[in-house]
Each structure stands twice: as structure tokens, then as C-alpha cells.
């Protein structure tokens, strides 16, 4: 995570685009294999891996997001094809595929060689264990965005999509703040949770921590569990949850470089 967040620096003090920094820091989390996204990633009860990612662009609110994706190597890159070659936002299952064919996206053609789960414990009966990457970035233009990738629950039905790929649910950007979640994605979707948090600094004129602390308190009072990372328009972050831990970590211009794993 170091190692991303320093490439991820030294992109945007060169004049990167948030947009582009927040895709390539997912992508390199999804090709480490240590979190359930993209390598990483565990099979559903039939055996399939299912994935799914989101990007969305803070500057004019453009995204793009797909689901139940099978077969490709990164699925925050298919998720930035939606949003550049495609007139919705959302794809899942074969169309999905069917696009990322068209745009030459890289396969994975072994399954079972390729993928290497992260978690493997079992998972017992009605229980939501999860994984996700996601990341968030202001860029030097004043451009906020965030892109998050997951492999799903662990042992999910076939079909099942979450939050991450659901624009305002797990994933949001716009003027004031970028925001990607973490955690059983059921919980999230039922707040809104990501756009909830936009929406209680536009409307309430909340700070970005007392506004992320809200929306994680919505969540808990449900029963659920996770965490979630946000940048507004100042360069104030915030990495609240409320499970036992989740790996974390920003840097700034400052040189500042902290990672988390407690």
C-alpha cells in the first residue's frame, strides 16, 4: 500500500489527473493478490469468480461501473472503459463481457491458475465477510474522483453485486467530496451511503469527518460493518469504520506518507 501511495503522489505532483491516479492505484491493488479484488478475489457458490468496480469522475460527475464481471484481469479497467466508451453507466454479466471483448480488455482464460484468494477461512452460515479496494485522490486542478474494485462476499449466490459497482452507494465523486466504501455491501446500499455523505455536507454544511461519522453510524445502528475512505475539495481526509481493522493509508504534498493495518 506504501508503494501505491508514493506512485500515486508522485503522479499527482506531476500534474495527474485524479481520475487516472485513483484507476491505477485500484488496478495495482487488484493484480497484489492480497485483498479480495482482483487476484485476490474467492469464488462464488458455483465455483465462479464474479467481480465487480466503479469509477467515477468528481469533476462532471461521470462514471462508470460493471458487475458480475467473469473473466477479466482488472475490473476498475473495465469500469473506465464504460465510462469512456459507453453511453451508461452501468454493465454487468455478458454485455459487460461482450464490450470488453470489442475493447480488447486483458482475459483471464484459467480461472482456477490465475486467481489466488486472499481469505479462504469458511464462512459460516448467514454471514457477510467481504473485501474490497478502493481509493480517492484531489488532484492539483482541484479534481476529485474514486474508483473502488471488490471480489465480493465470500461464498456469494451467482449473480449477487453489492455496493462498490452501485454509483452513490459504494462509490461517489463530485464537487465537494470523493468517497469509496468498504464492508457488507447490503448495509451500504440500504444508506446510499457514499452520496449520503455528499449530500450531509451540502445540506446539513457538515465537516467531511462529522458527515463520514454519520453515515457509519446509519450503518452500525443496522447491524452492519465496514469502513470507508474520503477526500473533500480542501484535501481533508477521513478513514472511519467500525469493524475490528482495515488497511489504510494517505499521502499529500506535505511528503506525507501514513499506512494503517489496526
Not at 482488472?74 to 453511453?87: G, K, Q, T
Not at 479534481?143 to 465480493?152: H, I
Not at 455496493?163 to 440500504?190: H, K, N, Y
Request: overall charge positive; charged content about 25%; some cysteine.
Amino acid at each position: 500500500m506504501r508503494v501505491v501511495l508514493t506512485k500515486a503522489k508522485k503522479q499527482l505532483s506531476k500534474g495527474g489527473s485524479a481520475l487516472d491516479v485513483v484507476q491505477e492505484a485500484v488496478r495495482a491493488l487488484e493484480d497484489s493478490g492480497h485483498h479480495i479484488a482482483g487476484k485476490g478475489s474467492s469464488p462464488n457458490t458455483d465455483g465462479k469468480f464474479e467481480l465487480d468496480a466503479a469509477i467515477m469522475d468528481g469533476d462532471n460527475r461521470n462514471a462508470g461501473a460493471v458487475g458480475a464481471l467473469r473473466g477479466f484481469k482488472n475490473p476498475i479497467d473495465c469500469a473506465r472503459e464504460v465510462l469512456d466508451h459507453s453511453p451508461h453507466l452501468f454493465l454487468v454479466g455478458k454485455g459487460a463481457a461482450r464490450l470488453m471483448k470489442k475493447r480488447g480488455m486483458e482475459r483471464v482464460h484459467n480461472a482456477s491458475k490465475y486467481y489466488k484468494p486472499a481469505v479462504s477461512t469458511p464462512v459460516e452460515k448467514g454471514q457477510l465477510q467481504h473485501g474490497t479496494v478502493g481509493a480517492v485522490a484531489l488532484d492539483s486542478e482541484g479534481r476529485l474522483a474514486a474508483a473502488t474494485s471488490t471480489g465480493g462476499l465470500l461464498n456469494a449466490v451467482p449473480g449477487r453485486i453489492g455496493d462498490t459497482p452501485l454509483i452513490g452507494s459504494g462509490t461517489w465523486a463530485d464537487e465537494r467530496v470523493a468517497v469509496s466504501c468498504c464492508g457488507q455491501g447490503e448495509f451500504f446500499m440500504r444508506c446510499v451511503a457514499a452520496a449520503d455523505l455528499s449530500a450531509r455536507i451540502r445540506y446539513t454544511k457538515s465537516d467531511l469527518q462529522t458527515a463520514a461519522s454519520c453515515v457509519l453510524e446509519d450503518i452500525s445502528l443496522m447491524g452492519g460493518q465496514g469502513g470507508l475512505i474520503a477526500i473533500d475539495r480542501l484535501g481533508r481526509v477521513t478513514m472511519p469504520f467500525n469493524t475490528i481493522t482495515m488497511k489504510r493509508g494517505f499521502a499529500t504534498w506535505r511528503d506525507e506518507i501514513d499506512v494503517k493495518v489496526f
